[in-house]
């Protein structure tokens, strides 16, 4: 039987987080798991007027192509990926895995490879998004396999999405707003600093983000959501992070990282396990292995670690320090076809200084 509130889910994503108006090409972009709150999404962007169409991942299908194509495979650019993500005006994306980590045993040189050739259409992306040319959002349909990696049942794990997105309340766009207005706060204030610092447990790190704007994430690409970030000045970043939680990225896990940042660039990497992967993701191009975006988590409504980095980056009382590509919209001009975020907890005995001032302590924002 359908969850009726799949339908509340949908209505949240077509007009409140990418606002889809009428005549705009929009893809739904969905596993096959997914396909009941797909099927929501493409009700309700048709009633909108809009020309909605669904494109389905099969699941394996990554893993094959990792194993079997061939260096020239790896590194075609599909004229025809291109020129959706030049035409397409929304774009609505939920994850709904079978196993979340298929891609374990792939070749990391492999993974590596591929990604570095789909640069091309990640920059129109990235260029369309900051342009607000291409709506978009990305967000969770509850699979088993989801519930696991969180230590849930599915029905506590279903629970535990929709409260995230605070769809259980009455008016979640309501909700939404009144968080974006407290976020705005925050954000006119770190826009007047230039010097960011993080200290924790194995940590002293410090960037400069002078001239560079801070933005306030309210629902409108991440659902659920809940953070403020910038791209820091590119050759800015200096000192070292130990990141608190295990680090997901294209169906792999890597724990307990180390990295030491010279002038914006990391210069020393270490992991308990995968550490072959991450040094293999930090030297995929030029822009892999500096830093590509800055930002402290503000859902405190989300408190537990669940190995998805779209609910654990939010988790208020964390920072997390993405490698790789940067968000134009941030003045940041770092390109790289990765862009991977890791979480650092602050919520026991960390500091965030702006300009020399303490004003983030122990998981709690002090202004």
């Given at each position: 039987m359908l969850?009726p509130?799949?339908?509340?889910f949908?209505?949240?994503l077509?007009?409140?987080?990418?606002?889809?108006?009428k005549?705009e090409l929009?893809?739904?972009?969905?596993?096959?798991?997914?396909t009941?709150?797909?099927?929501e999404v493409?009700r309700s962007a048709?009633?909108?007027g809009?020309?909605?169409?669904?494109?389905?991942?099969t699941?394996?299908?990554?893993e094959i192509?990792?194993?079997e194509?061939?260096p020239?495979?790896?590194q075609?650019v599909?004229?025809?990926?291109?020129?959706?993500m030049e035409?397409?005006?929304?774009?609505?994306a939920?994850?709904?895995?079978?196993?979340?980590?298929?891609l374990?045993?792939t070749d990391p040189?492999?993974?590596?490879?591929q990604r570095?050739?789909s640069?091309p259409?990640?920059?129109i992306?990235?260029?369309r998004?900051a342009?607000?040319k291409?709506?978009?959002v990305?967000t969770?349909?509850?699979?088993?396999a989801?519930a696991?990696?969180?230590?849930?049942s599915?029905?506590?794990?279903?629970?535990?999405v929709f409260e995230?997105?605070?769809?259980?309340?009455?008016?979640?766009?309501?909700?939404?707003k009144?968080?974006?207005?407290e976020q705005a706060?925050?954000?006119?204030?770190?826009?007047?600093?230039?010097?960011?610092?993080?200290?924790?447990?194995?940590?002293?790190?410090t960037?400069?983000?002078?001239?560079?704007k801070?933005?306030?994430?309210?629902?409108?690409?991440n659902?659920?959501?809940?953070?403020v970030f910038t791209?820091?000045?590119?050759?800015?970043a200096n000192?070292?992070i130990r990141?608190?939680?295990?680090?997901?990225?294209?169906?792999?896990?890597?724990?307990?990282?180390y990295?030491?940042?010279?002038n914006?660039?990391?210069?020393?990497?270490k992991?308990?396990?995968?550490?072959?992967?991450?040094k293999?993701?930090?030297k995929?191009?030029?822009?892999s292995?500096?830093?590509?975006?800055?930002?402290?988590?503000?859902?405190y409504g989300?408190k537990?670690f669940?190995?998805?980095?779209l609910?654990?980056e939010?988790?208020g009382?964390?920072?997390?320090?993405a490698v790789?590509a940067?968000?134009p919209?941030?003045?940041?001009?770092?390109v790289?076809a990765?862009h991977w975020?890791m979480?650092?907890d602050?919520?026991?005995?960390g500091?965030?200084?702006a300009?020399g001032k303490?004003?983030?302590k122990n998981?709690?924002?002090?202004?």
């Amino acid at each position: 039987m359908l969850d009726p509130r799949l339908a509340k889910f949908a209505d949240v994503l077509v007009n409140y987080c990418c606002k889809v108006k009428k005549d705009e090409l929009t893809l739904i972009n969905c596993s096959d798991l997914s396909t009941p709150l797909a099927m929501e999404v493409f009700r309700s962007a048709l009633k909108k007027g809009a020309h909605p169409y669904i494109k389905m991942g099969t699941s394996g299908a990554q893993e094959i192509f990792l194993k079997e194509a061939k260096p020239y495979q790896l590194q075609f650019v599909s004229p025809v990926a291109k020129m959706e993500m030049e035409t397409i005006d929304n774009l609505i994306a939920m994850r709904g895995p079978h196993n979340t980590m298929e891609l374990s045993n792939t070749d990391p040189k492999k993974a590596a490879m591929q990604r570095a050739a789909s640069r091309p259409i990640q920059e129109i992306f990235m260029k369309r998004s900051a342009e607000g040319k291409l709506k978009w959002v990305g967000t969770q349909y509850p699979t088993h396999a989801a519930a696991q990696d969180a230590g849930m049942s599915l029905s506590e794990y279903e629970d535990f999405v929709f409260e995230a997105c605070l769809l259980h309340k009455k008016d979640p766009v309501a909700e939404w707003k009144k968080i974006s207005r407290e976020q705005a706060k925050t954000v006119r204030w770190l826009n007047r600093k230039k010097e960011i610092r993080i200290i924790a447990k194995d940590t002293d790190i410090t960037f400069n983000v002078k001239g560079r704007k801070w933005i306030n994430c309210d629902g409108s690409n991440n659902f659920p959501d809940g953070e403020v970030f910038t791209g820091p000045v590119e050759n800015s970043a200096n000192g070292h992070i130990r990141y608190t939680f295990p680090a997901v990225y294209s169906g792999r896990m890597v724990e307990n990282i180390y990295l030491e940042f010279e002038n914006g660039k990391v210069v020393k990497s270490k992991a308990e396990k995968g550490e072959k992967f991450l040094k293999e993701m930090l030297k995929m191009d030029d822009g892999s292995s500096y830093v590509g975006e800055l930002a402290i988590g503000t859902n405190y409504g989300i408190k537990k670690f669940t190995k998805n980095i779209l609910f654990d980056e939010k988790i208020g009382g964390t920072c997390h320090i993405a490698v790789g590509a940067a968000y134009p919209e941030t003045g940041s001009k770092n390109v790289s076809a990765l862009h991977w975020d890791m979480i650092c907890d602050l919520r026991q005995q960390g500091e965030i200084h702006a300009d020399g001032k303490v004003f983030y302590k122990n998981g709690k924002f002090l202004i």
